[in-house]
């Protein structure tokens, strides 16, 4: 039997001048990570014959829902405020890990940045806040 629990998943956020953030699923809401492009691509030529090219490409994006009063969402503002005023050769140097032990899944991802600051959302009911990720290289392993 296996059971599921987003509560087992970690993400963990390095970066050389704002040290490490570890997520877990308290307050955290979603982590969706899906990659850019396409990895293969065909053409045809006019007699069928179909050329098969195989794209290098990892890039990817993540979103990260957290709740607005959590205190990975305040962090996360703190990095983003930090990175915008930093020297540009910050802006890209996080890296992120995210473990999922139940499902044997490890997502390694370099050179990651903000994409923008989340929108916000105010009214009678808390809300999550959501962060956009880009990510220049993104190696999704299993165990």
Not at 105 to 124: C, T
Request: hydrophobic content about 35%; glycine content about 6%; charged content about 15%.
């Amino acid at each position: 039997m296996s059971v599921y629990s987003f509560t087992d998943c970690t993400l963990i956020l390095r970066h050389p001048s704002l040290g490490v953030l570890t997520l877990t699923g308290q307050g955290l809401g979603s982590i969706t990570v899906s990659m850019r492009n396409d990895r293969t691509a065909m053409d045809t030529a006019a007699d069928g014959r179909v050329m098969i090219s195989k794209i290098k490409d990892r890039s990817a994006t993540a979103t990260l829902q957290l709740q607005q009063d959590s205190e990975g969402n305040q962090t996360l503002l703190k990095w983003y405020n930090y990175l915008e005023t930093a020297p540009t050769i910050e802006w890209a140097q996080t890296t992120a890990t995210l473990n999922s032990p139940t499902t044997h899944e490890q997502i390694v991802m370099k050179e990651v940045a903000f994409q923008k600051l989340p929108d916000r959302n105010y009214g009678p009911q808390g809300q999550q806040n959501s962060y956009g990720l880009m990510i220049a290289d993104c190696q999704q392993n299993v165990a």
